[in-house]
């Protein structure tokens, strides 16, 4: 993982500054978003070090796992966004 602690992301437009705690207490306590839904990301309500949240948590895809399953010509007809 990259060692880089100044804001993010690192490029153009609004920057947010690294939370101050490398080390939180983060508690869990509900999913906000719909669970069933196909999305990119969930929000889930939170505690982090005692202080309410509504925290974000994004999914990230290797497309190179997905593709990893496909045989042959397969790879060449099916497009990244059909993965």
Known sequence: MDDYDGP????????????????????????????DAEVHAHVFEATINSTAYALK???????????AGLVGKQNDLVPDDLL
């Open 8 to 35: 993010l992301p690192q490029c153009e437009g609004p920057k947010l500054d690294p939370f101050p705690d490398p080390n939180p207490i983060i508690t869990f306590l509900r999913l906000l978003s719909d669970k």
């Open 57 to 67: 948590l994004f999914k990230f895809y290797d497309f190179q796992i997905q593709r």
